[in-house]
């Protein structure tokens, strides 16, 4: 089957059967990954290599980790209502929902916050390690952490953008449909640098 | 577009569940406090396993056109596996740093 543009051009159809948004993001996400894996791999580097690496976290660091997964994982829950609503054309329901997952991710940021300023009363930092052992723990710590809260706080303005646009017909449910493909991967990080940052660390 | 719709909210709600269970489970297993090596090697598994149930539904992987999973899948595991070569380097820098 092919199409035709302005022009009278001949086009395939695309294999994908996608909008070219949808593509990009599947493919900016493959990328994100990697980088992630990379920070992972080298975090697992530093750890491997030495002998007397640091378990900093007691149980109330771990149990704070646990809601933030709970609520991570529900802001991906509510994200699928607001993408179906969408889909089924239900558009205040559909901006209602997207609203539950802005707030979600806000405290999810807000609880990895918390933690940081602790450990950072505790006199953890980048390049400080209280317990006497090799520095890299806070700066695998601290770098990894950051770089998925960054990807948090840039999906909750990302998801304010796109419901801003959407709630004034700019914007379409493809849009919301596609920013959702980033909010859930940034939610499947989480199942990675939970257990390995704060499990694998557990006193 | 999709070759499907996807599956009931119910369905999304039951993963989320069982989601859920598997990260009580990851820390379950840690406070059984096994061996360093064997706590990683399930973490990863499950870790695995939820990136997976998340990819396929929850990101919808699994109703699209099966050209978009050979496209972003394969190439993006064979560079997590090409990563893998520094792990040699690692133990070696453990030894050294035992012998110090």
Redo the contacts between chains.
Sequence with gaps: MTMTSGHGALMEQS?????SKK?AM??F??SD??TF??AL?AY???R????DWPRPFEWPS?ANG?VM??VL??S??TM??AV?AA?GGQKSKAIQWLGFTMLLGVIFAALHLREWFHMFAEGWGLSKNPMGGPLDFGAAFFSITGLHLLHVISGVVALLVITIGYKSNRLDDNHVETTS?YW??V??VW??V???MY??N?R | ???D?GPS?TT??GI?VG??VI?GI??AV??QRPE?KS??AV??I??FI??GI??LF???MKY??K??FW??VP??LF??LM??H??A???R??SL??LQ
């Design positions: 294999p994908y059967g996608l909008q593509l599947w493919l996400i493959a990954a990697v894996a990379a791999v697992g580097f530093l491997i290599g030495s002998p771990i646990l997964t709970f994982l529900s991906s829950l699928l209502v179906r889909k493909l859930h991967f939610d499947i199942m990675f939970f257990p390995l499990l694998m557990a | 577009m999709a070759t719709q909210m999304y709600v989320w989601l859920l990260v990851e820390v840690t406070y360093t706590l990683l973490l990863l499950l870790a939820e990136a998340g990819l929850f990101m919808h699209e056109r050209i978009l496209t972003v190439i993006t560079v997590l990563m893998d520094v792990w380097d690692a133990f820098m453990f740093r035992l």
